[in-house]
């Protein structure tokens, strides 16, 4: 089955930097990559996915990025801010079975102000 | 629009309990999940129930039952708790099978002792 790594497990940046957390999968043909966020006390909630058919994705200061070659997907969120503090998760899973996803194990965030 | 709710928020069990977990959505979702949370884990995936009348076994499956009571509700049940199953459960609803945004509960903070 699918088996999903995520690094870092921590990352501390100053506010106004960027900030990269990469995933990797094992199943090549996973083909729906979502990442989601997570405060404290809450559900996650899904930030931006991106479809194995795309190789970049942008939404205001977050971007995706995803290499099928190598089998590894990046969230980049630049210019960061205090409320971006929070966990980190990646997922994958294959659109076709249904929307069984795989998580990474997360990466806390501190963005330091 | 509450969205995906989940009681209770907290339980403390003693091995060997019984307890029924309840989730559900009022966003007309066809597609509900049964996820726990475990430090250094991530997510994983209990049950899932693509449509109603139809469930299946995730990742994590032992020692737990679930019930798609109508397209509102979805229960996770344990039968004879253990402290293995000490955990943040949450659940989560999406549109229907695929790619699409999983929305999830605010979580029930289980404890077994």
């Known amino acids: 089955g699918e088996n999903v790594e995520q690094h870092p497990s921590t990352l501390s940046v100053q506010e106004g930097d960027s900030a990269v957390i990469k995933c990797t999968y094992s199943?090549?043909?996973?083909?729906?990559f979502p990442w989601y966020k997570q405060e404290l006390g809450k559900g996650p909630q899904l930030i931006i996915d991106?479809?194995?058919?795309?190789g970049e994705k942008k939404d205001q200061r977050i971007a995706v990025t995803l290499n099928k070659t190598a089998k590894h997907f990046s969230l980049h969120i630049t210019e960061t801010q205090p409320e971006d503090s929070a966990v980190y998760f990646c997922?994958?899973?294959?659109?076709?079975?249904?929307?069984?996803?795989?998580f990474g194990a997360g990466t806390i965030l501190r963005v330091k102000s | 629009n509450a969205g995906v709710t989940q009681t209770p928020k907290f339980q403390v069990l003693k091995t060997g309990q019984s307890m029924t977990l309840q989730c559900a959505q009022d966003?007309?979702?066809?597609?509900m999940y049964w996820y726990r949370q475990d430090p250094g884990m991530g997510l994983r995936l209990i049950y899932y129930?693509?449509?109603?009348?139809?469930?299946d076994k995730g990742e994590v499956p032992n020692g737990y039952n679930v019930s798609r009571l109508n397209k509102r509700e979805f229960s996770l049940r344990l039968e004879s708790a253990a402290p293995s199953q000490t955990s943040v459960y949450f659940c989560?609803?999406?549109?229907?099978?695929?790619?699409?945004?999983?929305?999830f509960g605010p979580g029930t903070r289980l404890t077994v002792t």
């Open positions: 966003m007309n979702h066809n597609s």
């Open positions: 989560a609803s999406s549109l229907t099978r695929g790619a699409y945004e999983q929305y």
């Open positions: 199943d090549s043909a996973s083909n729906y």
């Open positions: 997922a994958a899973s294959l659109m076709e079975y249904g929307n069984k996803l795989v």
């Open positions: 991106i479809r194995s058919n795309v």
């Open positions: 129930s693509a449509s109603e009348g139809t469930t």
